[in-house]
């Protein structure tokens, strides 16, 4: 079957790092996605993977490894503001969108 | 980044009345809208997949009786919620994909929908 795993809730200290894991097995693959959700609003876009490696983009980076089914989100300089749901997801062999449970990240001053 | 707008953002209605949500791709042509709901607390949920001109790809579970999709348009989706009860009550996402950007999901901003 397919199955995207990542925690649930993670919590973390204004101004430091934080590292979300994400671990897939899907039939297919088409890239990986992450994308942020605060609470009552909808998913934005956050980044895309589609070969192996680091993709920057400001204070989030995020990585993949094809061969292991993961890929992380890493967040520096953390501000409240990055207080949300993050959701891993995996596009498969026909391009649908195959979505984890999310990881609440908490972030306390 | 692509902008998809919904509408209405949120909606009260009576039950046993159909609620009409619409999906509009504002800055590229959307090939393929997916409809997707909410419960508090939970992932998104995967309700149906539509492909411009032809009929909806229903997900299992989710009654296609009950909930109409049309995609009628390159930047026009809409879902209706017919007879709505109380348990349909719940947070409702569309987004689009281009047949260019065939990867990348673009989402509305959400229908909050309360039945009474």
């Known amino acids: 079957g397919q199955n995207i795993d990542q925690p649930t809730e993670m919590t973390a200290t204004e101004g430091a790092i934080v590292q979300i894991n994400c671990t897939y097995q899907?039939?297919?693959?088409?890239?990986l996605f992450w994308y942020q959700q605060h609470a009552g609003e909808a998913p934005t876009f956050l980044s895309y993977n589609v070969l192996d490696g680091l993709e920057e983009k400001g204070r989030f980076s995020s990585f993949l490894s094809r061969s292991k089914g993961y890929s992380y989100l890493l967040l520096k300089e953390l501000q409240m503001k990055d207080s949300a749901s993050y959701l891993c997801a995996v596009s498969d062999s026909n391009y649908q969108l195959i979505w984890g449970a999310g990881t609440k990240l908490i972030i306390k001053p | 980044g692509a902008v998809v707008s919904q509408h209405p953002s949120r909606v009260i209605c009576k039950s046993g009345t159909s609620v009409k949500i619409e999906c509009r791709s504002l800055?590229?042509?959307?090939?393929?809208m997916f409809w997707y709901r909410q419960f508090p607390k939970q992932s998104l949920m995967l309700m149906a997949t539509?492909?411009?001109?032809?009929?909806?790809?229903?997900e299992q579970g989710v009654e296609k009786d009950k909930f109409l999709i049309n995609h009628a348009s390159l930047t026009l989706s809409t879902l209706t919620v017919t007879s709505a009860h109380p348990e349909d009550s719940s947070f409702y996402i569309c987004?689009?994909?281009?047949?260019?950007?065939?990867?990348?999901?673009?989402f509305g901003p959400g229908t909050r929908l309360l039945v009474l």
């Open positions: 987004s689009a994909r281009s047949g260019a950007q065939r990867e990348t999901q673009y």
């Open positions: 899907t039939s297919g693959f088409n890239g």
């Open positions: 800055d590229f042509q959307a090939t393929t």
């Open positions: 539509s492909n411009e001109g032809s009929k909806a790809t229903y």
